[in-house]
Antibody, heavy 123, light 107 residues
Framework: EVQLVESGGGLVQPGRSLKLSCAAS????????MAWVRQAPKKGLEWVAT????????YYPDSVKGRFTISRDNAKSSLYLQMNSLKSEDTATYYC????????????????WGQGTLVTVSS | DIQMTQSPASLSASLGETVTIECRAS??????LAWYQQKPGKSPQLLIY???SLHTGVPSRFSGSGSGTQYSLKINSLQSEDVASYFC?????????FGAGTKLELK
């Protein structure tokens, strides 16, 4: 059974940093693209970052580019999101997702999701 | 960025009814579209990918169709467990973008 368990969320002041983690199990982690997707309270979904199987390629939307860094440790089956210079608009539940990249499209779809971890940016 | 316009924003339907949710892309996305279901307080779950392929374990009453810029999700014979929000997502090009969602309720 595919399991994705996020951790590291919490209350943080604007301008500070936070690092999220996602522990994966039930599949061969190194074979899959991985991603972070967030959802602000009572709002829709926003893609945050994607990383290739080896970690050599990463992708971000303009809203977080230069502030967030996605990384992975295939030996530990773990995904990470380093978030710097946090803003109030980064307040959201952050989901770890296993992606599927078929090589035809630039992006990926998200086949499995974790339960999410809440990040609140407030003074 | 490719904009995804989803309609309707909310929908009320009766048990057993057939429901259709639409998603329009701001440019051709060549079937690079997925549909997700999110029940209250839960994480999203994949229903459909590549516009019309059913994800493993998803009931066959869900189906996807469309091409070019126009796509739809159809739910046949609505069940009580289908009460949820539904989102479309394009992955034809970065950044991946989602529709604003459709909240489905029982009448």
């Amino acid at each position: 059974e595919v399991q994705l368990v996020e951790s590291g969320g919490g209350l943080v002041q604007p301008g500070r940093s936070l690092k999220l983690s996602c522990a994966a199990s039930g599949f061969t982690f190194s074979n899959y693209y991985m991603a972070w997707v967030r959802q602000a309270p009572k709002k829709g979904l926003e893609w945050v970052a994607t990383i290739s199987t080896s970690g050599s390629r990463t992708y971000y939307p303009d809203s977080v580019k230069g502030r967030f860094t996605i990384s992975r440790d295939n030996a530990k089956s773990s995904l990470y999101l380093q978030m710097n210079s946090l803003k109030s608009e980064d307040t959201a539940t952050y989901y770890c997702a296993r992606g599927y990249y078929d090589g035809y499209y630039h992006g990926i779809w998200f086949a499995y999701w974790g339960q999410g971890t809440l990040v609140t940016v407030s003074s | 960025d490719i904009q995804m316009t989803q309609s309707p924003a909310s929908l009320s339907a009766s048990l057993g009814e057939t429901v259709t949710i639409e998603c329009r892309a701001s440019e051709d996305i060549y079937n690079g579209l997925a549909w997700y279901q999110q029940k209250p307080g839960k994480s999203p779950q994949l229903l459909i990918y590549n516009a019309n392929s059913l994800h493993t374990g998803v009931p066959s009453r869900f189906s996807g169709s469309g091409s070019g810029t126009q796509y739809s999700l159809k739910i046949n014979s609505l069940q009580s467990e289908d009460v949820a929000s539904y989102f479309c997502q394009q992955y034809y090009d970065y950044p991946d973008t989602f529709g604003a969602g459709t909240k489905l309720e029982l009448k």
